[in-house]
């Protein structure tokens, strides 16, 4: 079980309680969760306890994180969107720290289940629709018809863009879960392949120990990728619900 590559994707209880005739039950999904939330939380509140002229390492990095995504939800949605920079912040960082997690041996992927990635994204579809409606009434509908398109085109542009703006929660949770899933699996097998191969004679370990940390390296930058797209594709939907063409 434990040379299983999938192994490291199952949700397993790891703690239960029994309150008023109800069975609650902690997953390492869940756990892994209600952490990456607190770490978030933890990482702000101490960053911005002790603002100093010249910033520590710790404000250093979360002024650089909070320039970083602003910069982003402002060049990607305009200044309109500030509003809703708390939360963009939030689920960037939430995102970022699930996908790392992954790394460490014994956590959980939260991000690799398309459950909890789909459920993001429907946040984020939801709160794209209400704002549009919000701001533009039924007006808002026009997003389906592009301003210049020839009225006899209408039939086909139509269903062409409600398809793919209601496959937008979709590939948004696909998206991320597919990548974590991918490069989690690949990290397996040649960490696997390594500690066998050390087994018959110590060099032959060494070339997929070399490939290990190569893509150890490259399972980072794809993981602070992935939580960089799907907020820039959060701000892209909003930008469409803000400004519409």
Same mark, same amino acid.
């Given at each position: 079980?434990?040379?299983?590559? @999938?192994?490291?994707?199952?949700?397993?209880?790891?703690?239960?309680?029994?309150?008023?005739?109800?069975? #609650?039950?902690?997953?390492?999904?869940?756990?892994?969760?209600?952490?990456?939330?607190?770490?978030? &939380?933890?990482?702000?509140?101490?960053?911005?306890?002790?603002?100093?002229?010249?910033?520590?390492?710790?404000?250093?990095?979360?002024?650089?994180?909070?320039?970083?995504?602003?910069?982003?939800?402002?060049?990607?949605?305009?200044? &309109?969107?500030?509003?809703?920079?708390?939360?963009?912040?939030?689920?960037?960082?939430? #995102?970022? #720290?699930?996908?790392?997690?992954?790394?460490?041996?014994?956590?959980?992927?939260?991000?690799?289940?398309?459950?909890?990635?789909?459920?993001?994204?429907?946040?984020?579809?939801?709160?794209?629709?209400?704002?549009?409606?919000?701001?533009?009434?039924?007006?808002?509908?026009?997003?389906?018809?592009?301003?210049?398109?020839?009225?006899?085109?209408?039939?086909?542009?139509?269903?062409?863009?409600? #398809?793919?703006?209601?496959?937008?929660?979709?590939?948004?949770?696909?998206?991320?879960?597919?990548?974590?899933?991918?490069?989690?699996?690949?990290?397996?097998?040649?960490?696997?392949?390594?500690?066998?191969?050390?087994?018959?004679?110590?060099?032959?370990?060494?070339?997929?120990?070399?490939?290990?940390?190569?893509?150890?390296? @490259?399972?980072?930058?794809?993981?602070?990728?992935?939580?960089?797209?799907?907020?820039?594709?959060?701000?892209?939907?909003?930008?469409?619900?803000?400004?519409?063409?």
């Amino acid at each position: 079980m434990a040379l299983d590559p @999938l192994h490291q994707f199952q949700v397993a209880p790891v703690a239960s309680w029994s309150v008023l005739g109800l069975d #609650i039950v902690k997953t390492n999904q869940s756990l892994t969760m209600v952490v990456a939330t607190g770490l978030v &939380a933890l990482l702000f509140v101490l960053g911005a306890r002790r603002r100093a002229l010249i910033p520590g390492r710790l404000q250093a990095f979360v002024e650089l994180t909070y320039d970083f995504v602003a910069g982003l939800v402002q060049g990607t949605a305009g200044k &309109a969107a500030m509003v809703f920079f708390p939360l963009i912040l939030t689920l960037f960082l939430f #995102i970022a #720290i699930q996908n790392l997690a992954g790394m460490i041996p014994g956590t959980f992927t939260s991000t690799s289940q398309i459950f909890i990635t789909l459920q993001l994204a429907l946040a984020v579809f939801v709160l794209v629709i209400g704002v549009g409606f919000y701001k533009h009434g039924l007006h808002f509908l026009s997003l389906f018809y592009p301003a210049g398109t020839p009225l006899y085109l209408a039939p086909l542009i139509i269903p062409l863009e409600l #398809i793919s703006f209601f496959a937008r929660p979709l590939t948004l949770a696909v998206r991320l879960a597919a990548n974590m899933i991918a490069g989690h699996v690949l990290l397996k097998i040649f960490a696997t392949f390594a500690v066998m191969l050390s087994g018959l004679f110590v060099a032959a370990g060494l070339v997929p120990l070399v490939f290990l940390i190569a893509i150890t390296g @490259l399972e980072v930058f794809i993981a602070l990728l992935q939580a960089y797209i799907f907020t820039v594709l959060t701000c892209v939907y909003l930008n469409d619900a803000l400004h519409l063409h």
